[in-house]
């Protein structure tokens, strides 16, 4: 029996862990890739092509190493914790490198369109149409997987601003930002306080004369580093704190988080007060903001409300001359590919975030098409674990009518917790959404059975960071290098850090782990007897 073809469409972060899944179910996967090297978004240009996004020269993660690898291939322990750019493509080339991905993608090919074949109804099958140096070819493939993204086209409210049209200074989106050179001695003001609004403004304020971002609803501010200098997101993102989570009231998580950050610098003193609770709207990860605000560089402002041939009135009434309008305003998903229209509607409702639950045959699957409160390659490679034994038929989802019903119980469940936005709909609880996709998959860690077996490992995975080698350890292609990638994740963490060695008191820190580890035993064992006591009653 020959091997299913699948189409993969795209190859970045998301598409690369799609092509090795592929492989892994035994699959034969074909992946169109527009430009001439993998990496997608992270493929930095500096002279980017028309209609893709970049990012700028300056890009660092907002995730952690330990949590935003792949599974089964841990980053090198000397990488630093956040990437630069160059950085994480270069951990996709020996990732590709290592498994044989790369003869897998066809480079400089545009999809121009996926259509369904005439007896879709029946054989679930799809024709592709590719374009590469001038020439088209049309394929048959059993599956597509798209794995483009949600970066896909550039949001530009120009009709949103009145006056823009007159402005005779120079307005641009944040995809075509580079680096500062072009802003020096210039006066700009940065619409949006995304990730993006906030690092593009703080780098530009160093060469800048002056620099106003302007908000409509403020955002809370996170810092990389947390407490005791370790990376925000291995702290935070860990069963234990998940557990505390489920059984404490939302507005007491939202208080205590709320005045931790407002312990570093005061949101309101420095104009960033948001109007919303903090994990009610996406929040912004920046280490230098307040530090350019305190020093005057950057000076907060809300909406612009119109512009003038040089200015830049706000809704608060001051008035500032303007040399440079940049809008770091977000992206709009997009899939022109896609002659069929309904497969997505306007809220991009997809069972789970992956299936459209309308198809006749599960044969078509977004990839990374959510925002993860953490890191997307771990999300999007479950997915693609998950998407790949559809496509073998080892899995089967629900009917269409189960589908639609778990859909809209989700976006209701949104539309209380979050603030109405384009990409409210696609956000995910990190750890919450991981476990629900690895138990389609199989891969959940057991938590009962690592505690009787492995109770080292169990106090690990419980209150360490849930890294993505907790899904390998048991299941469809568990991973034997998964126990000691976990067991050495904080090694890894410290290893890039300690690079002037100190000398330790060993007695002090020996007793304080026999102390955290007795505590941690006994905590585990509790939490399991209420969970056990709860799931039998």
């Not at 500096?46 to 190493?65: A, D, F, V």
């Not at 200015?311 to 305003?329: P, R």
């Not at 199989?442 to 209150?463: C, H, R, T």
């Not at 976990?486 to 290893?495: N, P, S, V």
Request: proline share 5%; glycine share 6%; charged share 20%.
């Amino acid at each position: 029996m020959r091997a299913k073809r699948i189409a993969v469409i795209g190859a970045g972060v998301s598409g690369l862990g799609a092509i090795k899944s592929c492989l892994e179910e035994g699959l034969e996967p074909v992946c169109f890739e527009k430009n001439k090297d993998i990496g997608g978004l992270w493929n930095y240009e500096e002279t980017p092509q028309s209609r893709i996004p970049g990012i700028y020269r300056s890009l660092t993660s907002n995730t952690s190493k330990e949590m935003t690898a792949f599974s089964d291939y841990p980053m090198p322990d000397h990488y630093p914790n956040y990437l630069h750019h160059s950085k994480l493509m270069e951990y996709l080339r020996m990732y590709a490198n290592h498994f044989g991905l790369i003869k897998y993608i066809q480079f400089q090919t545009n999809v121009c369109s996926v259509r369904k074949r005439p007896d879709f109804s029946s054989s679930g099958q799809w024709d592709i149409v590719v374009e590469a140096l001038g020439k088209q070819k049309t394929y048959i493939f059993d599956g597509v997987m798209i794995c483009s993204g949600h970066y896909n086209e550039k949001h530009f409210p120009l009709q949103d601003f009145t006056g823009i049209d007159k402005f005779r200074g120079k307005y641009l989106h944040s995809w075509e930002y580079k680096q500062p050179d072009n802003f020096v001695g210039k006066r700009v003001v940065v619409i949006g306080i995304g990730n993006s609004g906030a690092d593009v403004a703080g780098e530009i304020s160093h060469v800048a004369e002056q620099v106003f971002l302007s908000t409509r609803q403020g955002a809370w501010i996170w810092n990389r580093v947390w407490d005791h200098g370790n990376p925000m997101d291995t702290t935070l993102f860990t069963r234990y704190n998940r557990v505390v989570q489920k059984f404490c009231p939302t507005f007491l998580i939202n208080k205590w988080t709320e005045n931790k950050l407002s312990a570093r610098f005061n949101h309101v003193n420095y104009g960033l007060q948001a109007k919303h609770r903090i994990f009610s709207h996406r929040t912004v990860i920046n280490d230098d903001l307040p530090n350019h605000i305190i020093t005057g560089r950057v000076m907060m402002k809300p909406n612009v409300k119109e512009f003038t041939e040089t200015s830049a009135i706000f809704q608060d009434g001051t008035q500032e001359n303007i040399d440079v309008v940049l809008f770091a305003t977000g992206y709009t998903v997009s899939f022109p590919f896609l002659e069929d229209e309904a497969i997505l509607d306007r809220q991009n409702s997809l069972f789970k975030f992956v299936f459209p639950p309308q198809l006749e045959k599960p044969t078509l699957a977004f990839i990374g098409l959510l925002q993860p409160a953490g890191a997307t390659i771990p999300t999007s490679e479950l997915q693609s674990r998950w998407v790949v034994r559809v496509f073998a038929g080892l899995k089967k989802l629900p009917s269409k009518s189960d589908m639609m019903a778990e859909i809209n119980r989700k976006e209701k469940e949104v539309e209380k917790q979050c603030v109405k936005s384009p990409g409210s709909v696609r956000r995910v609880k990190y750890i919450c959404y991981m476990d629900e996709i690895a138990s389609e998959i199989g891969v959940k860690p057991n938590l009962f059975s690592l505690l009787i077996w492995d109770p080292k490992l169990a106090m690990e995975v419980f209150y360490g960071p849930c890294t993505p080698y907790q899904f390998r350890l048991q299941g469809p292609w568990k991973w034997n290098g998964a126990r000691t990638a976990i067991l050495t994740q904080r090694d890894r963490i410290l290893k890039p850090l300690r690079t002037r060695v100190l000398q330790q008191s060993g007695v002090s820190s020996f007793s304080l782990l026999l102390v955290k580890s007795t505590f941690a035993v006994i905590l585990l064992f509790l939490l399991m007897l209420v969970t056990m006591y709860m799931t039998c009653h």
